[in-house]
T-cell receptor, first 113, second 113 residues
Framework: KQEVTQIPAALSVPEGENLVLNCSFT??????LQWFRQDPGKGLTSLLL?????REQTSGRLNASLDKSSGRSTLYIAASQPGDSATYLC????????????FGAGTRLAVHP | EAQVTQNPRYLITVTGKKLTVTCSQN?????MSWYRQDPGLGLRQIYY???????DKGDVPEGYKVSRKEKRNFPLILESPSPNQTSLYFC????????????FGDGTRLSIL
């Protein structure tokens, strides 16, 4: 069964810390992996999309890496800010299921001043 | 502004009363999809559409219908809603599935009494 797991489920850090969110998936045959941010009462905002042929993507203070062979992705957030507080979701589009995303349960991040 | 728009945002209704949740995108995207989000179960795909007049079931299609008569619209229809369809619903779209990020609407919270 194709599954996506995110660790930790929740994380609380002081402002300014660099932090890493982890995502693992059960099948290395993927089309892409996408990281989203979800704020309470809001929809999902796409942060980064990594194609299967890529190793990483960067946007501002965010960097996402992909290691297909080990079935892992990490989202690195540099110099965290209170505005980064949200739930971060990892979603994988597996080969053979290219029409849908399989989501992890998310990591709930709180950055306190 | 590029966006995916869902209506209504919130709805409380009763068992058996037919309802439609509308979804519209202004980005000329070919691919559209519906997900539901439930505590402990995460986001799961209900239906998707690769293009006009092309729709197919996702992982949890029971009790739902969709149609894609125009490229921009992808309504979700609950013919006879039941309490187990109480959930947070998201519509998503992308230009080319698998190659472009998926963009999500702000969600529709349905409560079926």
């Amino acid at each position: 069964k194709q599954e996506v797991t995110q660790i930790p489920a929740a994380l609380s850090v002081p402002e300014g810390e660099n932090l890493v969110l982890n995502c693992s998936f059960t099948d290395s045959a993927i089309y892409n992996l996408q990281w989203f941010r979800q704020d309470p009462g809001k929809g999902l905002t796409s942060l980064l999309l990594i194609q299967s042929s890529q190793r990483e993507q960067t946007s501002g203070r965010l960097n996402a890496s992909l290691d297909k062979s080990s079935g892992r992705s990490t989202l690195y957030i540099a110099a965290s800010q209170p505005g980064d507080s949200a739930t971060y979701l990892c979603a994988v589009m597996f080969s053979g299921g290219y029409n849908k995303l399989i989501f992890g349960a998310g990591t709930r991040l709180a950055v306190h001043p | 502004e590029a966006q995916v728009t869902q209506n209504p945002r919130y709805l409380i209704t009763v068992t058996g009363k037919k309802l439609t949740v509308t979804c519209s995108q202004n980005m000329n995207h070919e691919y559209m999809s519906w997900y539901r989000q439930d505590p402990g179960l995460g986001l799961r795909q209900i239906y998707y559409s690769m293009n006009v007049e092309v729709t197919d079931k996702g992982d949890v299609p029971e009790g739902y219908k969709v149609s894609r008569k125009e490229k921009r619209n992808f309504p979700l229809i609950l013919e006879s809603p039941s309490p187990n369809q109480t959930s947070l619903y998201f519509c998503a779209s992308s230009l080319v599935v698998g190659r472009q990020p998926q963009h999500f609407g702000d969600g529709t919270r349905l409560s079926i009494l």
